[in-house]
């Protein structure tokens, strides 16, 4: 299986300041298509998962454009440009380039 | 818009075989047609987010090797329903179980949640 690896576990942030979470995989996600298969996403309290990022870097629809996707490889981040106290939650990523997709440990972002 | 609504049992006891449907409705719901796969998902304190499996209409389905020998997932497209069955449960399959629509092809993600069943297993 592959091992997602995000980095910080948590995130303490001030609004309007940027913020930046790491994630690993222990296997490139790159397809043979030229697209990595990772996902972000962020639950709210008391929420379901909502997806943010597809393909290591484009936006879901109705995504504000302070969420930003890069990486390659094995190696990808999430950036928000200013944080809103909307973005408060856990941020997960995803992998989908070999079943069984995994996830991983999640980033608590706090105000 | 489409939206996903899960439905089932939130009490089993050990052995029992755990059966949640998953509702899909919006105006331009086609579950026959178009790139999407229809999963599972679960949330547990101890395991995180988990994903269990998910049905393509004219493919296999693809679980989870963890839970392959157990799980089985469904789909009633006139219905507009899906269904996952989890067999003899233990205490380690209490979690949240979320059903997702997963897009192929330009997104390679769960696009749309439901809100989630909570589910416990107890004696």
């Known amino acids: 299986d592959i091992v997602m690896t995000q980095s910080p576990l948590s995130l303490p942030v001030t609004p309007g300041e940027p913020a930046s979470i790491s994630c690993k995989s222990s296997e490139s996600l790159l397809s043979s298509n030229g697209f990595h298969y990772l996902a972000w996403y962020l639950q709210r309290p008391g929420q379901s998962p909502q997806l943010l990022i597809y393909l290591g870097f484009s936006r879901a629809s109705g995504v504000p454009d302070r969420f930003s996707g890069s990486g390659s490889g094995s190696d990808f981040t999430l950036k928000i440009s200013a944080v809103e106290a909307e973005d408060i939650g856990i941020y997960y990523c995803m992998q989908t380039r070999h079943t069984p997709f995994t996830l991983g440990q999640g980033t608590r972002l706090d105000i | 818009h489409v939206q996903l609504q899960e439905s089932g049992p939130g009490l089993l006891k050990p052995s029992q075989t755990l059966s949640l449907t998953c509702l899909v409705s919006g105006d331009s719901v086609n579950m026959k047609n178009g790139p999407y796969s229809w999963g599972w998902i679960r949330q547990s304190a101890a395991s995180g987010l988990e994903w269990i499996g998910h049905?393509?209409?004219?493919?296999?389905?693809e679980y989870n090797p963890a839970l392959r020998s157990r799980v089985t997932i469904s789909l009633d497209t006139s219905r507009r329903q899906f269904f996952l069955n989890l067999a003899s449960v233990t205490v380690a399959d209490t979690a949240t179980y979320f059903c997702a629509r997963y897009t192929d092809y330009d997104q390679e993600a769960f696009d749309v949640w439901g809100p989630g069943t909570d589910v416990i297993v107890s004696s």
């Open positions: 049905l393509y209409i004219r493919g296999s389905p």
